[in-house]
């Protein structure tokens, strides 16, 4: 049993007609890997069953397609050339691989030679048919983390990734032996992709490791789509294409986010970074005054009390800054000192009662020995109750 080309070229009307039955393709979409073939017998508008297929019918064959006539089970002949083909029952196999080139031609000859029927025809034919188009948008995720040692944070991450791949049928005899249920008349790709996912997994996780030990930082990772296809090629070749006729064409990672520990430690790196940029650091320290000047100013307890921890927080920012390499400032010039004023416990020169920098209390003067007493406003020496020199009262 085998089938004979008719007509080079697929063509409808009137030639279609001519043949008493002729077998069609199911409907075929986007994630469909493989459909049967129907039978449109001369005179009906609907597809019937094609169970038995007679001698004599034809078979129509689109492109970027495989039909295999099946023979009880087995693989009788096949063609993947674009036409019409008549069955015969006492031809040989004619094994149309069409332009699906020389190596894949003769690897589907030796398949073939493997699955063949061997004995007469058995009353039960069918044309099945193989989507040798890329089937895309297959959806997957990562259900845990993977690891990832990234040089640049000199630390092991760990992200999940999801996004999509694409495959496509290589080998038709060793799919369908392989990959395709008994008996089924129409299959998507979702409806077997479940038991290929675990070992899809398991392939990325591979290619990503290997693209960590080629120093691709982890940001760049959703960007390497066509590098991590290759890996994943590599990857699944002896399980998905050796044995199952099928290959990853491509993979595409639509978002990455990384578990609670890798998001903190990336954070805080890229702080650390910041803060090691003089610039960057200047820039944020000032608008941290602006910021604790604004606080400051809005604080329940008082304005005063609010500045007050504005100012000692503006003093612990400004060791910070003091650890850093700074340029050299330029020096004030030396404050002139007035009579009557005192120097704080900062080293900042007043004459007023409070140290204008830092908010202390002008301490009071010691007694003088003789029985005089200092003035708290200007310093002057007095016996009286009232100072000789600004007429401030002598402290009880």
């Not at 073939?37 to 019937?48: F, I």
């Amino acid at each position: 049993m085998g089938i004979i080309k008719a007509v080079g070229k697929a063509v409808s009307g009137a030639l279609a007609d001519s043949w008493l039955e002729t077998i069609e393709p199911d409907s075929m979409g986007d994630m469909t890997v493989m459909t049967k073939g129907v039978a449109v017998r001369k005179g009906q508008n609907k597809k019937g069953d094609a169970g038995i297929i007679s001698n004599g019918s034809v078979i129509h064959v689109y492109p970027n397609m495989m039909m295999l006539l099946i023979d009880g089970g087995r693989v009788v002949d096949y063609s993947s050339e674009e036409g019409y083909y008549q069955v015969s029952l006492s031809s040989a196999p004619s094994l149309f691989a069409g332009n699906l080139g020389s190596d894949i031609a003769d690897s589907l000859k030796d398949t073939f030679e493997r699955i063949k029927f061997g004995g007469a025809p058995s009353g039960k034919q069918m044309a099945v048919y193989i989507n040798l188009q890329e089937i895309k948008g297959i959806k997957f995720g990562t259900k845990n983390p993977v690891n990832y040692f990234d040089n640049f944070y000199n630390a092991e991450l760990f992200l999940r990734a999801f996004g999509t791949y694409s495959i496509r049928i290589t080998d038709p005899l060793k799919f369908y032996a392989e990959a395709i249920p008994k008996n089924a008349n129409r299959v998507e790709i979702t409806d077997i992709n479940t038991q290929y996912m675990a070992e899809f997994l398991d392939a990325f996780a591979s290619s990503i490791n290997k693209m960590s030990m080629e120093g691709t930082r982890i940001s760049y990772v959703q960007s390497k789509g066509r590098e991590l296809s290759k890996y994943m090629a590599d990857a699944l070749d002896d399980e998905w294409e050796g044995l199952r006729g099928m290959q990853v064409c491509s993979v595409g990672i639509e978002s990455i986010s990384y578990d609670e520990g890798s998001q903190k430690l990336i954070n805080m790196r890229n702080e650390t970074a910041m803060m090691a940029d003089p610039s960057l650091m200047n820039a944020y320290m000032q608008k941290s005054v602006a910021d604790g000047i604004k606080a400051a100013g809005g604080n329940a307890g008082g304005a005063a009390i609010g500045f007050m921890g504005f100012n000692a927080a503006q003093s612990a920012g400004a060791g910070i800054l003091g650890a850093m390499p700074q340029q050299p400032a330029p020096q004030a010039p030396a404050q002139q000192q007035q009579p009557g004023g005192w120097t704080c416990s900062c080293g900042t020169y007043n004459t007023g009662n409070f140290c204008q920098s830092c908010g202390n209390k002008k301490p009071a003067p010691a007694p003088a020995a003789d029985g005089k007493w200092f003035c708290s406003e200007c310093g002057t020496p007095n016996t009286g109750k009232f100072c000789q020199n600004c007429g401030n009262k002598k402290a009880e």
